[in-house]
């Protein structure tokens, strides 16, 4: 079973920038979640996708990141302009459902805003 | 307060003892609780669930939970070189996952 894609691995941008991040879960599963993982902290969930529903995105900073589940299988996360604070890494996770236990995450996208 | 803190790192044991790992969460309402090991420059991968208090043991991992106290805890036994990593506790709420810092263990040989 192929696990979480994510693209790109690695991205280097200027600060007011755009960015892009994709991820395409795994096949079947219907959750699909975007953390952000500062240097030395634990993940934090910015939003969540039940198909191409919108669980929970109480955490997006909305002025500058947005997110899209089209079709309720890939998954894009945008930031707009871009702000030193916002290097980290993106990682996207699926599940089967909400209320399924594991969460399966996939390699992750490293952003550095200079 | 944070939603979920960990015992602060590193956390540094010879080969073979045990490592003891702590985290307390605030939302008295939790309902399930987990330990993720992450290696350096990778993503996190689920190695223990525990959902009722008392002991859960996996091979040489042991989750702890005390819902009263809203503790939960990991043991690892035998600690092995491959055991070093960064072990992330996080907590659910409902369908909301919160993780805390975590807490870098380094297995000395």
């Known amino acids: 079973e192929a696990g979480v894609a994510q693209s790109p691995r690695y991205k280097i941008i200027e600060k007011r920038q755009s960015v892009a991040f994709w991820c395409n879960p795994i096949?079947?599963?219907?959750?699909l979640y975007w953390y952000q993982q500062i240097l030395g902290q634990g993940p934090k969930l910015l939003i969540q996708f039940q198909n191409n529903g919108v669980v929970d995105d109480s955490q997006l900073p909305k002025d500058r990141f947005s997110a899209e589940r089209l079709k309720g299988v890939d998954s894009t996360l945008k930031i707009q302009p871009a702000k030193l604070e916002d290097s980290a890494v993106y990682l996207c996770a699926s599940s089967l459902v909400v209320a399924e236990e594991t969460q399966y995450f996939g390699p992750g996208t490293r952003l550095l805003v200079l | 307060q944070k939603e979920v803190e960990q015992n602060s790192g590193p956390l540094s044991v010879p080969e073979g003892a045990i490592a003891s790992l702590n985290c307390t969460y605030s939302d008295r309402g939790s309902q399930s609780f987990f330990w993720y090991r992450q290696y350096s420059g990778k993503s996190p991968e689920l190695i223990m669930s525990i959902y009722s208090n008392g002991d859960k043991e996996d091979g040489r991992f042991t989750a702890q939970l005390n819902k009263a106290s809203q503790y939960v805890s990991l043991l690892i036994r035998d600690s092995q070189p491959s055991d070093s990593a960064t072990y992330l506790c996080?907590?659910?709420?409902?369908?909301?996952?919160?993780f805390g810092a975590g807490t870098t263990v380094t297995v000395r040989a």
């Open positions: 096949s079947g599963h219907a959750t």
């Open positions: 996080a907590v659910r709420n409902d369908y909301k996952l919160s």
